[in-house]
């Protein structure tokens, strides 16, 4: 045997790099894919998909929140996905000029086996890292805001402190009431100065406004419920995250960031964050539905962004093969806007009544979530107020079906032969109080302007103190004994306006020897000014200024009285108005007040509740001569409550044409009623019977009447009818007994009340 020899192996520096590279690569992928099937295993996605939020989550490994600067940041949600199934969803960016605050986004990421997708998208506003950071600082905001003061020397507190890109602080971007520095002696003198900055947060339109860095806690809120739409688009993350951007830049909002999962086995949730507060939505594909959430708490109004919603989220469906574009319904929106939170005690000068969304406007429309149409047909401001005109259609007294159904002209329907039964109601508001309905058209106005008409024995020159939606008008003109109808409103484009959208109130073409238009009848007279003004420069004293003439009737159809605005204030409570309108009228003249809600047996007494303004002018009607008043209600206008309506008589023997029986009221009726072209009654709502019902006051002014702080006589004697009758014998005629007295009239049937006018109602001169 013999030994082996020495042997030598050469390698060549490329052999050896090659190997090097070779098993490294082994290596690697050995460990990648162990390393991936232990992660998938235990329900984390090791897939990153921006090396932005990488680098950002890795420096904040540490701490349990990541401070997002932007880009896309995947928490590992997506699980079992591979790089081609991950879905590439939108962005949302910084609007051109607008600030934006720096923000610190804190996650966690939970076990979501129903879910399909989960992706998180952050706002894409990418800048350098901080200039000026401390040591401790950078520990603490990582990826946040970099905060430096002016001054050199730092005073221990915030003021003067602001981002580091940004010129001025951003002052609207804080939520709570901006610090005040005063000093103790600064404070009292400031107060007045004060007040009126944070008054300025309510803006013209009556909402907290951001602009001068008031925020208040306090916001609006959009609910919108959508169904027949597309199914694919329901099921779609990015058609439905792009409209989500879109709804939000196009409505000057700031998408902070969003979260989407996409549901299993069909659906999609999402749920944004703005700087202002969130959006979100859901959605059922199979069924068609989506519900949209939006609220905010800037300045900015939300109704206007129904257009756009409906643009963005109201996808049609896709006809299936063989089916009928026409037979694929049109996508149908409920939708309800809230106010939320505080204004009140926050904002010093807000008035709850000076905005239209904090009156009836905001609950009896915008806040119902059932109807079944709710379409704004008009919204703007005049120089005098709000007017706002909504067409709705309430499932509880019409139907969409049966309304579509009579759109169809040529069909032999009953809903497209009478269509006329079934068209959505509109309704007026002015600074948000609702002033009439299409549906209450008849009742409201016929109740205001017939009983006093009809009561009088000839009524030729009246006048009309409001009434710019034409109604009033067309009702007086209905009378052949007008001669003359004064209209004085002050807002003239109210009327503008209620010509346009509101035809129906002043059309006249069925009355015969009218005109199409009311505002056009040779008869009428409209003067654009303060009606105020107009009488007590007209009628200071019982004689007449420069001839005109008195009226017959005047028809109050303006503000109620208990809106605490200026005008409504003065129109029934000032002395020499109050003067004027008696002066106004003719010696056996008749006003009539259009007063608002009715009360109830669970109100106090008119002149400790919000009727004050009520009683106040009763008073004064009473201490300027009227010899008698009455007071009716009439619950068929389309409010949420009655209203009540007030005739003052100025003469005692015209009253006693008030008390006429039925058939008496109905023979007046058909003597005095011009014709109708259509042959129709040229009355839907008054009659004989109706006028009975408004001959005695409802029971509960008999009651608020007695809760007055000083119980009047009459109520401590509520027994039998000759009680009343005594005390009308007994009566000296000394003036001290009162001209309105719901007790008396309510207790003295039909035959006293003749024997009582005689006593009562006298002439008192």
Same mark, same amino acid.
């Given at each position: 045997?013999?030994?082996?020899?020495?042997?030598?192996?050469?390698?060549?520096?490329?052999?050896?790099?090659?190997?090097?590279?070779?098993?490294?690569?082994?290596?690697?992928?050995?460990?990648?894919?162990?390393?991936?099937?232990?992660?998938?295993?235990?329900?984390?996605?090791?897939?990153?998909?921006?090396?932005?939020?990488?680098?950002?989550? *890795?420096? /904040?490994? !540490?701490? =349990? @929140?990541?401070?997002?600067? $932007?880009?896309?940041? +995947?928490?590992?949600?997506?699980?079992?996905?591979?790089?081609?199934?991950?879905?590439?969803?939108?962005?949302?960016?910084?609007?051109?000029?607008?600030?934006?605050?720096?923000?610190?986004?804190?996650?966690?990421?939970?076990?979501?086996?129903?879910?399909?997708?989960?992706?998180?998208?952050?706002?894409?506003?990418?800048?350098?890292?901080?200039?000026?950071?401390?040591?401790?600082?950078?520990?603490?905001?990582?990826?946040?805001?970099?905060?430096?003061?002016?001054?050199?020397?730092?005073?221990?507190?915030?003021?003067?402190?602001?981002?580091?890109?940004?010129?001025?602080?951003?002052?609207?971007?804080?939520?709570?009431?901006?610090?005040?520095?005063?000093?103790?002696?600064?404070?009292?003198?400031?107060?007045?100065? *004060?007040? /009126?900055? !944070?008054? =300025? @947060?309510?803006?013209?339109? $009556?909402?907290?406004? +951001?602009?001068?860095?008031?925020?208040?806690?306090?916001?609006?809120?959009?609910?919108?419920?959508?169904?027949?739409?597309?199914?694919?688009?329901?099921?779609?993350?990015?058609?439905?995250?792009?409209?989500?951007?879109?709804?939000?830049?196009?409505?000057?909002?700031?998408?902070?960031?969003?979260?989407?999962?996409?549901?299993?086995?069909?659906?999609?949730?999402?749920?944004?964050?703005?700087?202002?507060?969130?959006?979100?939505?859901?959605?059922?594909?199979?069924?068609?539905?989506?519900?949209?959430?939006?609220?905010?708490?800037?300045?900015?109004?939300?109704?206007?962004?129904?257009?756009?919603?409906?643009?963005?989220?109201?996808v049609k469906q896709t006809p299936s093969e063989g089916e009928n574009?026409?037979?694929?319904? *049109?996508?149908?929106?409920?939708?309800?806007?809230?106010?939320?939170?505080?204004?009140?005690?926050?904002?010093?000068?807000?008035?709850?009544?000076?905005?239209?969304?904090?009156?009836?406007?905001?609950?009896?429309?915008?806040?119902?979530?059932?109807?079944?149409?709710?379409?704004?047909?008009?919204?703007?401001?005049?120089?005098?107020?709000?007017?706002?005109?909504?067409?709705?259609?309430?499932?509880?007294?019409?139907?969409?079906?049966?309304?579509?159904?009579?759109?169809?002209?040529?069909?032999?329907?009953?809903?497209?032969?009478?269509?006329?039964?079934?068209?959505?109601?509109?309704?007026?508001?002015?600074?948000?109080?609702?002033?009439?309905?299409?549906?209450?058209?008849?009742?409201?106005?016929?109740?205001?302007?017939?009983?006093?008409?009809?009561?009088?024995?000839?009524?030729?020159?009246?006048?009309?103190?409001?009434?710019?939606?034409?109604?009033?008008?067309?009702?007086?003109?209905?009378?052949?004994?007008?001669?003359?109808?004064?209209?004085?409103?002050?807002?003239?484009?109210?009327?503008?306006?209620?010509?346009?959208?509101?035809?129906?109130?002043?059309?006249?073409?069925?009355?015969?020897?009218?005109?199409?238009?009311?505002?056009?009848?040779?008869?009428?007279?409209?003067?654009?000014?303060?009606?105020?003004?107009?009488?007590?420069?007209?009628?200071?004293?019982?004689?007449?200024?420069?001839?005109?003439?008195?009226?017959?009737?005047?028809?109050?159809?303006?503000?109620?009285?208990?809106?605490?605005?200026?005008?409504?204030?003065?129109?029934?409570?000032?002395?020499?108005?109050?003067?004027?309108?008696?002066?106004?009228?003719?010696?056996?003249?008749?006003?009539?007040?259009?007063?608002?809600?009715?009360?109830?047996?669970?109100?106090?007494?008119?002149?400790?509740?919000?009727?004050?303004?009520?009683?106040?002018?009763?008073?004064?009607?009473?201490?300027?001569?009227?010899?008698?008043?009455?007071?009716?209600?009439?619950?068929?206008?389309?409010?949420?409550?009655?209203?009540?309506?007030?005739?003052?008589?100025?003469?005692?023997?015209?009253?006693?044409?008030?008390?006429?029986?039925?058939?008496?009221?109905?023979?007046?009726?058909?003597?005095?009623?011009?014709?109708?072209?259509?042959?129709?009654?040229?009355?839907?709502?008054?009659?004989?019977?109706?006028?009975?019902?408004?001959?005695?006051?409802?029971?509960?002014?008999?009651?608020?009447?007695?809760?007055?702080?000083?119980?009047?006589?009459?109520?401590?004697?509520?027994?039998?009818?000759?009680?009343?009758?005594?005390?009308?014998?007994?009566?000296?005629?000394?003036?001290?007994?009162?001209?309105?007295?719901?007790?008396?009239?309510?207790?003295?049937?039909?035959?006293?009340?003749?024997?009582?006018?005689?006593l009562f109602f006298r002439d008192r001169t």
């Amino acid at each position: 045997m013999t030994k082996p020899g020495n042997f030598s192996i050469q390698l060549s520096g490329a052999f050896i790099f090659l190997s090097i590279v070779i098993s490294t690569l082994i290596a690697y992928s050995v460990g990648w894919i162990s390393r991936l099937v232990l992660l998938t295993s235990a329900g984390i996605n090791p897939i990153r998909r921006d090396s932005t939020a990488v680098a950002v989550r *890795e420096a /904040s490994a !540490a701490s =349990s @929140s990541s401070s997002i600067i $932007g880009g896309v940041l +995947d928490d590992g949600s997506n699980k079992g996905m591979s790089g081609k199934d991950l879905k590439q969803l939108p962005a949302p960016k910084v609007l051109a000029g607008k600030q934006v605050p720096y923000t610190t986004y804190t996650s966690k990421s939970f076990p979501n086996e129903g879910t399909s997708t989960s992706n998180t998208l952050h706002i894409d506003r990418t800048v350098p890292l901080p200039l000026y950071i401390s040591s401790q600082s950078k520990k603490q905001f990582i990826g946040g805001p970099d905060f430096r003061s002016d001054s050199k020397k730092s005073t221990g507190d915030d003021k003067g402190w602001k981002p580091l890109n940004a010129d001025t602080p951003c002052h609207s971007c804080s939520r709570g009431k901006e610090k005040m520095n005063k000093s103790s002696t600064q404070e009292d003198d400031d107060e007045e100065e *004060e007040g /009126s900055t !944070a008054t =300025s @947060s309510i803006n013209e339109d $009556g909402h907290n406004d +951001d602009s001068d860095g008031l925020h208040l806690p306090a916001g609006q809120h959009l609910l919108v419920d959508i169904k027949d739409v597309d199914s694919e688009f329901l099921n779609s993350e990015e058609r439905l995250a792009s409209a989500m951007i879109d709804l939000t830049n196009e409505s000057k909002l700031t998408l902070l960031s969003y979260h989407c999962h996409s549901l299993v086995p069909i659906g999609v949730s999402c749920a944004g964050v703005l700087l202002e507060s969130h959006v979100a939505f859901h959605t059922w594909p199979l069924e068609g539905v989506i519900t949209l959430d939006l609220f905010t708490c800037g300045g900015g109004k939300l109704v206007p962004l129904m257009p756009l919603i409906e643009r963005l989220f109201s996808v049609k469906q896709t006809p299936s093969e063989g089916e009928n574009e026409e037979d694929i319904p *049109e996508p149908t929106l409920l939708w309800a806007h809230k106010l939320r939170g505080f204004r009140e005690g926050f904002a010093p000068g807000y008035v709850r009544t000076s905005n239209p969304l904090d009156e009836g406007l905001g609950w009896s429309v915008l806040g119902r979530l059932d109807f079944d149409m709710k379409r704004p047909l008009l919204s703007t401001k005049t120089a005098f107020q709000h007017v706002d005109i909504y067409e709705v259609l309430d499932p509880d007294n019409r139907d969409l079906v049966s309304y579509q159904q009579s759109l169809f002209y040529n069909d032999d329907s009953y809903e497209a032969m009478h269509p006329e039964f079934f068209v959505p109601n509109k309704i007026l508001f002015l600074d948000g109080v609702q002033q009439s309905t299409l549906y209450g058209d008849a009742p409201h106005h016929e109740s205001i302007v017939h009983p006093a008409m009809f009561t009088h024995a000839s009524p030729k020159r009246v006048a009309i103190i409001g009434g710019g939606e034409g109604a009033t008008l067309r009702e007086v003109l209905k009378h052949n004994t007008v001669e003359k109808v004064v209209m004085i409103e002050i807002d003239e484009k109210v009327v503008e306006l209620s010509r346009e959208y509101l035809k129906e109130w002043s059309d006249c073409s069925d009355i015969d020897g009218s005109v199409n238009d009311c505002f056009e009848d040779p008869r009428t007279e409209v003067l654009y000014e303060d009606a105020m003004q107009y009488f007590m420069s007209a009628f200071p004293t019982d004689e007449a200024v420069n001839g005109t003439d008195k009226f017959d009737v005047i028809l109050m159809d303006a503000l109620d009285p208990n809106v605490k605005t200026t005008f409504a204030v003065d129109l029934y409570t000032n002395d020499e108005c109050i003067e004027s309108l008696y002066n106004g009228l003719a010696e056996s003249g008749i006003l009539v007040v259009q007063l608002g809600e009715a009360n109830s047996v669970e109100d106090p007494a008119d002149e400790a509740g919000q009727y004050e303004n009520r009683a106040i002018m009763m008073e004064k009607l009473e201490k300027v001569g009227f010899k008698s008043m009455h007071i009716y209600n009439e619950g068929h206008s389309e409010f949420e409550w009655p209203r009540t309506t007030l005739v003052a008589f100025k003469d005692a023997n015209t009253k006693k044409r008030w008390y006429r029986s039925v058939a008496e009221t109905d023979l007046e009726i058909r003597k005095r009623t011009l014709p109708m072209k259509s042959g129709r009654p040229a009355l839907r709502n008054y009659d004989g019977a109706t006028h009975y019902t408004y001959q005695l006051p409802p029971k509960s002014f008999e009651i608020t009447h007695c809760r007055q702080e000083e119980s009047p006589e009459e109520c401590a004697i509520l027994m039998i009818t000759d009680k009343f009758v005594d005390m009308a014998e007994d009566d000296d005629d000394d003036g001290s007994d009162d001209v309105y007295n719901p007790v008396m009239e309510r207790r003295l049937n039909h035959q006293v009340k003749v024997k009582a006018d005689k006593l009562f109602f006298r002439d008192r001169t």
